[in-house]
């Protein structure tokens, strides 16, 4: 198989607005994802944010697993804070979009919001913490850090 029949098998890493601040992941609602009436089951919104932030990272060409191997680190949620309006459903299409809005020494803060054409059906607010691989805190490598600090300038605060 080419590498070009390859990416177009690949699922899609979503997308970076043109502003380059927030990346919008895809998703469809899938019969798994659901309870006995049809809608999504809250912990599924938490599954659907881990895959925007894993694509997201992928997208800027950073895999988790590669930097685990090569770099000794990866990234864990700290905290996680989820306020959950409006239900989805069975075959919805959903976006999960995704901000930076702070970026520390070893951690970093996220905005994310599930969305149905333009309705925030749940927000998060993260923080994330880089670790190395006996889950100590240690500092978000700088080819990472570089990915990151275009966007906090776009859309949010940078402080050390």
Known sequence: MTMA???AEAPSSGRFEPSGGVHVFPIRVYYEDTDALGIVYYVNYLKFAERARTEMLRLQGHDQHDLLAEQ???FTVRRCE???RAPARLDDVLSVHTSLAELRGASLSLNQSVMRNGVTLAQLSLKI???DTAGRA???PDPIRALFEPQIANHGNNSE
Request: include cysteine; charged fraction near 20%.
């Open 138 to 140: 240690v500092r978000v």
């Open 129 to 131: 913490a880089c670790i």
């Open 72 to 74: 000794g680190i990866g």
């Open 82 to 84: 989820v306020d959950y």
């Open 5 to 7: 029949e390859l990416v």
